[in-house]
């Protein structure tokens, strides 16, 4: 079954902190990929990465981290000091599918994880 | 202009009412996708137009019927909905096969945010 677990509802911090926010998969394919993206009180789902399932190196984007282990099913994404700006509901997403065969993206995402920054 | 437009952005409707969302794409993509997003629940995959074929149905009752005249629109018509349908409906956008610079994810509107009673 093809399933993704943030166990965190909703998280809240006070500026400059760190978080790290889970996320747990679950897939029988071999070839998947993984999506971590954004929605402010806007509402519009911002894309924030893609990791494929033969990439497993960390990768770290300015305050934003993440950690991709495949041994426990893992796409963990790190805030470093945390800002107000970075209060939104934060989702990951499973793709089985590979991306360009059908010429669609057939993602599957977690509940989310709100994360409140406070000053 | 953003990529994905929604509107209306809020609707009130009761259940005997029929009304339809409208989304519109202006990022030249040929996949569209309807999600609903519930409180607390992960989003979930409504229908997919591929090429403005629906490619995916995902157990919809059918007082959602979705229309899409053209790759750069998308509708989803409702009637006699139920309380439990209040939600934001989310559209989506992705570039077809074989459009180079994609990275696979999905663009996405704001949302309209339905509420039935």
């Known amino acids: 079954a093809q399933k993704v677990t943030q166990a965190q509802t909703e998280i809240s911090v006070v500026e400059k902190e760190d978080v790290t926010l889970d996320c747990v998969y679950e897939?029988?394919?071999?070839?998947?990929?993984l999506f971590w993206y954004k929605q402010p009180p806007s509402g519009e789902l911002v894309f924030l990465i893609r990791?494929?399932?033969?990439?497993?190196q960390n990768e770290i984007s300015g305050r934003y981290s993440w950690n991709f282990q495949k041994s426990t099913s893992s796409f963990n994404f790190t805030i470093t000091a945390s800002q107000v700006v970075d209060s939104a509901v934060y989702f990951c997403?499973?793709?089985?599918?590979?991306?360009?065969?059908?010429?669609?993206?057939?993602?599957?995402f977690g509940a989310g994880t709100r994360l409140a920054v406070h000053p | 202009e953003t990529g994905v437009t929604q509107t209306p952005r809020h609707l009130v409707m009761g259940m005997t009412n029929k009304k339809s969302l409208k989304c519109e794409q202006h990022?030249?993509?040929?996949?569209m996708y309807w999600y609903k997003q519930s409180a607390k629940k992960p989003l979930e995959l409504m229908f997919v137009?591929?090429?403005?074929?629906?490619?995916e149905n995902n157990s919809v009752p059918s007082r959602f019927s979705p229309e899409c005249p053209n790759s750069s629109h998308l509708f989803l018509h409702l009637h006699t909905l139920q309380p439990e349908d209040s939600a934001l409906y989310l559209c989506?956008?992705?570039?077809?096969?074989?459009?180079?610079?994609?990275?696979?994810?999905?663009?996405f509107g704001e949302g309209s945010r339905l509420t039935v009673l």
């Open positions: 989506a956008s992705s570039p077809g096969r074989g459009v180079g610079g994609s990275t696979g994810e999905l663009f």
């Open positions: 897939t029988r394919d071999t070839t998947y990929y």
């Open positions: 990791r494929n399932s033969f990439d497993e």
């Open positions: 997403a499973l793709s089985e599918e590979p991306l360009f065969s059908g010429g669609y993206n057939k993602l599957i």
């Open positions: 990022l030249g993509h040929n996949a």
């Open positions: 137009y591929n090429f403005k074929e629906q490619t």
